[in-house]
């Protein structure tokens, strides 16, 4: 499934750092550096320029979550129909380029749903295709560091959208309208990278992959990884709740693209070393290890009243994703049954798309009538008791 350009002018025993991960790696980070430039204002946006509050937020991340989940499915079952990955992926990120600046014209938390629907449309699109591309990169043993260095590279994009975020607030707007437009740059270059610089990965054609069940979609371990996965996302909310978090406890709105950059720095520099450790421990232990992370941090956000905690918080915070987005792909990749990788994929990340869609609502839900603290311990004790299902469930796989 190794592109014959990189087969060619590699030695037998092939790198994970080839062609198809670097190029995908820059533009995920194009890619996210324009969503960033919106996404930790959103809320900001949501509430006070919209006047709307919690609970909508909530539905707005889920149903947009929901929705992407879903045509991860689907288009990773017709990747593998096709045996062809990189269309779906030049469609996805185009469509999402195209459409996410248009939240500068939303007038109302409908709009900004449309616009956050299309999105997250074009994520759905390209997310399993293009997972199916790294995989279908590198040899099996590197999966971990290929995918690390991937969720690097987008993190890596967190932190310049942030930067372009403050930049334009501090020396030229605070008009968030004109900041979503500007998005459209950093976008727009992300599909011109993937266009030229990407190439096709040769895979099977899955005939198996058209089943509509999980049970003839996925192998018997896949399965069992998902259970404690879905335990987890069930009370992984959107992380734009953080930044809820931080503004009622009293951070101003120059602060919130700092806060968001700090999270990521931590995300990017903490993710390659995940996927090696992943690769040469146990992908699973990794795993836990970063669920029980998320499980002390949220504790942590439900007790704490100061801003300095709250910032450490945050920093610390990215060390779950470090250990656990790599090594989760991994997983996934080394469980798929042959020929069905895309579907594969297309089930982890429904699993996590559909949950949390209902973990972003019912958290926004418990926020408003129990207040943050609450929501935020009902959250880690979710995330421990998948990190013990999650070890106890495990297979004897890496």
């Not at 266009?195 to 040769?202: F, K, N, P, Q, W």
């Not at 958290?363 to 959250?379: H, K, M, N, R, Y």
Request: charged share 15%; proline share 5%.
């Amino acid at each position: 499934m190794v592109d014959s350009a990189d087969r060619s002018s590699r030695p037998a025993r092939r790198p994970w750092l080839v062609r198809n991960v670097v190029v995908l790696g820059i533009v995920s980070l194009l890619t996210d550096a324009a969503s960033e430039m919106i996404v930790p204002l959103l809320p900001a946006f949501v509430t006070g320029v919209l006047g709307a509050g919690a609970f909508a937020l909530g539905w707005i991340e889920g149903a947009a979550d929901g929705v992407a989940s879903v045509l991860k499915l689907v288009a990773g079952r017709w990747a593998d129909r096709s045996g062809k990955n990189r269309p779906l992926v030049i469609v996805g990120y185009t469509i999402s380029s195209v459409s996410r600046p248009f939240v500068a014209l939303a007038a109302t938390t409908t709009h900004v749903l449309g616009v956050r629907l299309l999105d997250r449309i074009g994520k759905g699109l390209r997310t399993s295709p293009r997972d199916m591309l790294i995989a279908g990169s590198v040899e099996p043993e590197h999966h971990g560091a290929a995918f690390g260095f991937h969720r690097a590279m987008d993190h890596a994009g967190a932190v310049v959208g942030p930067l372009l975020a403050l930049l334009v607030l501090s020396t030229w707007t605070q008009d968030l309208r004109v900041l979503f437009w500007l998005s459209a740059i950093p976008g727009g270059l992300a599909v011109l990278v993937l266009v030229v610089g990407s190439r096709e990965v040769r895979q099977p054609r899955g005939e198996a992959a058209a089943s509509p069940l999980p049970t003839e979609a996925a192998s018997a371990s896949l399965r069992g990884f998902l259970v404690p996965l879905g335990l987890f996302t069930l009370g992984n909310a959107s992380d734009v709740f953080l930044l809820l978090n931080a503004t009622e406890h009293g951070a101003p709105l120059t602060s919130l693209p700092v806060l968001w950059l700090g999270l990521h720095v931590v995300k990017t520099a903490t993710s390659i070393p995940g996927g090696h450790l992943a690769d040469r421990w146990d992908r699973r232990k990794t795993i836990a290890i970063g669920w029980i992370v998320y499980a002390m941090v949220y504790v942590g956000f439900a007790l704490a009243e100061s801003q300095s905690v709250i910032w450490t918080l945050f920093i610390v915070y990215g060390l779950h994703h470090g250990l656990s987005e790599g090594p989760e792909r991994a997983l996934v990749a080394e469980l798929a049954p042959a020929g069905r990788g895309g579907t594969s994929f297309g089930w982890y990340h429904l699993t996590l798309g559909a949950l949390s869609m209902t973990a972003s609502v019912l958290f926004g839900l418990v926020w408003e009538w129990f207040g943050g603290p609450v929501a935020f311990l009902s959250s880690a004790g979710l995330a421990m008791m998948a990190a013990a299902l999650l070890v106890v469930r495990n297979d004897n796989v890496r």
